[in-house]
């Protein structure tokens, strides 16, 4: 049943702005064949705009539809440039609110990597929690300040106590966002000097650019710095600082509980005012993106070009299924061993190995996320493969 209210501020003051009907409810699965790839069960999205707080969220989102499990395979970490973009920001954090020998809890951990390369840096201790965890993903030599818990973090686990409180990738995942951070807020209690560390995708970025294929069903809210804001503020939390991060990709938020607030005093009516003419501007932006792509892919096909598409994560499975693509893709690439073999769902398309490149032959390849280009690019060229290359942000 579709949301009337805000999950944020409780409004119902919602406008619909962007739908796309009948895609994959996942986009991170492993699918082990082409058949249960075409057949993965569907969901409909409709974005809504608050007029009241500007959050965005799917009204249409059931998370009764939802498997997180040990399948579905998120991680980013086989990339050089991502792991060193995540050690920047391991150190960062250590040093601007001295975890060194702290103890800390990551809310949905994925495969570990954040909270494994956290701990090592910083000599934390450190509790993850997720249901997606791979215990042999893990090299365990720090083991004895390690704990993961495979679960969803909720009411049991609110007595685990911490220095830092850490959540990237997770927030913008959970539908209802307020009973979520109030959980998170009451956790702390009374306790002083509590860090709290949240990174979700920057939604005013996709507004601007009408990046769609940063738009899938398992993202059920947006935020942008000043919706994420009011949220944190709303359950008793005093916003440090917020900022973007990764080529302008990443939203983070710091904050405390009895701190004080160093944001400037929220005033609503300006940046609803801002978000809405944004969601107007993604309104334009979002079709020339898509009438775009197709006419490049449609003149490629027309001419006989093989096109690639490198990155079979989230963004891949919403490009492919909003623009309803089949064989007009050739191949999708990704460099994580774990998918290869396994099958995107809703399109069916196979995940190969970059080594399939000197087959393949790409006349173009579509970079599913621009900060990766430089990487790809050398990877193309150590099979003496010169395509054009395509980068979405």
């Known amino acids: 049943m579709k949301s009337e209210h805000c999950m944020l501020c409780g409004s119902h003051d919602l406008e619909a702005f962007y739908s796309v009907p009948h895609i994959p409810v996942h986009s991170c699965i492993l699918v082990d064949c082409r058949k249960a790839a075409l057949e993965f069960p569907r969901g409909d999205l409709e974005l809504n705009v608050c007029h009241s707080c500007g959050f965005i969220q799917n009204s249409l989102y059931d998370g009764g539809l939802q498997n997180y499990c040990p399948s579905y395979e998120e991680t980013q970490a086989f990339s050089p440039?991502?792991?060193?973009?995540?050690d920047d920001l391991c150190l960062a954090q250590i040093e601007k609110y001295s975890l060194?020998?702290?103890?800390?809890?990551?809310?949905?951990?994925?495969?570990?990597?954040f909270l494994v390369r956290l701990t090592e840096l910083g000599e934390c201790w450190g509790v993850g929690i997720d249901p997606g965890y791979r215990p042999e993903r893990t090299d365990m030599k720090i083991a004895h300040r390690l704990r993961f818990i495979r679960d969803f973090y909720g009411e049991p686990y609110t007595d685990i106590e911490a220095d830092y409180i850490c959540c990237r990738h997770t927030l913008e995942h959970i539908s209802e966002v307020s009973q979520f951070i109030r959980l998170v807020r009451a956790s702390i209690?009374?306790?002083?000097?509590?860090?709290?560390?949240?990174?979700?995708?920057?939604?005013?970025?996709?507004?601007?650019?009408?990046?769609?294929?940063?738009?899938?069903?398992?993202?059920?809210?947006?935020?942008t710095a000043d919706s994420l804001s009011i949220l944190f503020e709303r359950e008793g939390f005093a916003v440090l600082d917020t900022y973007i991060l990764y080529n302008g990709q990443y939203l983070v938020i710091e904050a405390e509980v009895n701190g004080q607030s160093r944001v400037e005093e929220i005033?609503?009516?300006?940046?609803?005012?801002?978000?809405?003419?944004?969601?107007?501007?993604?309104?334009?932006?979002?079709?020339?993106?898509?009438?775009?792509?197709?006419?490049?892919?449609?003149?490629?096909?027309?001419?006989?070009?093989?096109?690639?598409?490198?990155?079979?994560?989230?963004?891949?499975?919403?490009?492919?299924?909003?623009?309803?693509?089949?064989?007009?893709?050739?191949?999708?690439i990704d460099i994580n061993p774990h998918k290869w073999g396994k099958f995107l769902p809703g399109s069916g398309h196979e995940i190969l190995s970059p080594s399939s490149i000197p087959d393949i032959k790409p006349d173009m390849v579509i970079v599913m996320n621009s900060i990766y280009t430089e990487e790809i690019r050398n990877d193309l060229e150590r099979y003496d493969c010169y395509p054009e290359i395509i980068s979405l942000r």
């Open 81 to 86: 440039t991502f792991m060193k973009f995540m």
């Open 100 to 113: 060194r020998g702290k103890k800390i809890l990551e809310i949905g951990c994925g495969k570990g990597e």
């Open 189 to 223: 209690g009374s306790r002083t000097g509590v860090i709290v560390f949240f990174e979700v995708p920057d939604a005013e970025r996709v507004l601007v650019e009408g990046a769609v294929w940063d738009i899938y069903y398992e993202h059920c809210s947006y935020f």
């Open 267 to 332: 005033r609503r009516d300006e940046y609803v005012c801002k978000t809405l003419t944004q969601v107007d501007q993604f309104k334009r932006s979002s079709r020339i993106q898509l009438s775009g792509l197709q006419r490049s892919v449609d003149e490629s096909a027309r001419r006989g070009r093989r096109v690639v598409l490198w990155g079979s994560g989230s963004k891949a499975v919403s490009l492919l299924t909003t623009l309803q693509l089949g064989d007009e893709i050739g191949a999708v």
